[in-house]
Structures are given as C-alpha cells and as structure tokens.
C-alpha cells in the first residue's frame, strides 16, 4: 500500500479555497490503494481503461465517483454507460452519439467534457479549438442533440514539458475557450486541467477539476 497522505493533505489545502474538485488517477495502481486513500474520505477516483475500471468497480467500496479519463473507443462505452460519473475525453461526434445511446438504454443522462488538444505535440487526442465551437454551435442551434448526454464543459492537458510560459499558455488558452462556450451552455461547470506535475498552474489558470496519480499513489512503474 503506498498512499502518499501527505501530499494528499496538501493537495486538498490547495485545493479547497477555490472549490476545485480532485480526481486521484489511480490507473495500474492496486485496489488497496483505492480503499487507503478512499478511507481520508476521496470519492473521485480516474481510470484509463475500461477494462480495469469494470474490475476495480467491482472490488472498490460503493459510493466512489468513477471518472473515465483515457481515450475510449466507441464500441467500449455500453461497459461503463450504467455507473460512470465522468467522462472526460469525448473527442468526436462519433463518440458523443454513442454515449448518447447508452444514455438512453440506461435511462440515464451521462456527464461528459470534451477533450480539447491544446499541446503541441502530435499524439494527444481531442478537437481544436474550431471543431469545438463548431460543435457547440451545432448543438445550440439545435442541429444536433443529445437527450442523454450532459456536456458539462472541457478537458485538456497541456504539453509535457519544463517550459512553464508555454504550459501556462496553453492552459490559458482552453480557460479562455471554455469562458467563450459557457455563455452559449449554460450547462458547462467543469474544465478538467492539471496533472501531478502541472496543477498548481492549472488552477491559477481557473481549472474547476484537477487530475492528480503519481503525487498521490507514486510513480507508476509499468
Ligand atoms: C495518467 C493521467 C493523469 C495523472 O497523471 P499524473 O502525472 O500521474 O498525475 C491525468 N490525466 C490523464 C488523462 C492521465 O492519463
């Protein structure tokens, strides 16, 4: 078992002044580790794959909140659409309709942001800033819809890298762009941004929601 209490302390204090919400990442980390860190009285917890979500899930103690925050494939969501509270990568049109289905056949509405690539470099997922407010426009234009699907705002991460001005440019950015959006969505009230390396930038940026792994559990050794 190796929850870093500590940090965790630490983290809240930062944390709680501005409302900002902590989801421990506890991706290739032990269940163990979710029960210690769920016993200070954590309730979000992120997961990467759906797979160890389904089993970690079920071995977890009820009342966790379960946030899916890696790249899911379509044909993946119908396995996480009764429970999940969180959807943070949405990165296609695709997707979105997909979510929407499952919404439907679990007579539920799912909470989902829409993953924005703001890093420079090539393999993060997500739209642009333009798919994005295209996006949105189709929906308040009433074009589009989804009845089971609760966009709640946007999510990114900023390029891995020591450059802090170019770091704080990016999160400044998607600051900016989920400013713009909220006025025509009333329903947005999240912007998922900051990791363990990055989320005291984040927040000075105005993230609402922090995603933090290795400060918490360690390093993740693969
Ligand atoms: C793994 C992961 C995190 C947590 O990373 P740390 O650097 O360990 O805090 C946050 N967000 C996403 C999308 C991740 O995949």
Redesign the pocket.
């Known amino acids: 078992m190796s929850v870093n209490k500590q940090n965790y302390q630490e983290i809240l204090s930062q944390l709680q002044p501005g409302g900002v919400t902590l989801v421990a990442?506890s991706?290739i980390k032990p269940v163990s580790d979710i029960e210690a860190l769920h016993a200070l009285g954590q309730k979000d917890f992120g997961e990467?794959y759906v797979q160890e979500l389904l089993e970690k899930a079920r071995a977890a103690p009820p009342g966790i909140r379960w946030h899916f925050?890696?790249h899911l494939q379509s044909n993946k969501v119908k396995y996480i659409a009764p429970f999940i509270h969180l959807i943070h990568g949405v990165d296609s049109e695709k997707l979105l309709k997909e979510i929407d289905k499952q919404g439907r056949k679990n007579g539920r509405a799912i909470n989902c942001l829409l993953q924005v690539h703001i890093a420079q470099e090539e393999t993060k997922f997500g739209f642009d800033a333009a798919e994005v407010t295209a996006l949105i426009s189709k929906i308040t234009a009433g074009e589009l819809s989804f009845e089971h699907v609760n966009i709640c705002g946007l999510m990114g991460?900023a390029s891995f890298s020591d450059d802090l001005q170019k770091v704080r440019s990016e999160f400044e950015f998607l600051a900016a762009l989920y400013k713009n959006l909220q006025a025509a969505m009333p329903s947005f009230n999240t912007l998922s941004m900051g990791?363990?390396?990055d989320y005291k930038l984040a927040v000075e940026c105005g993230s609402t929601m922090v995603?933090?792994?290795?400060?918490l559990f360690g390093a993740?050794i693969q």
Do not use: A, P, T
Request: glycine share 20%; proline share 0%; no cysteine.
């Open positions: 990442v991706k990467n925050i890696g991460m990791m363990s390396g995603r933090i792994g290795s400060l993740r």
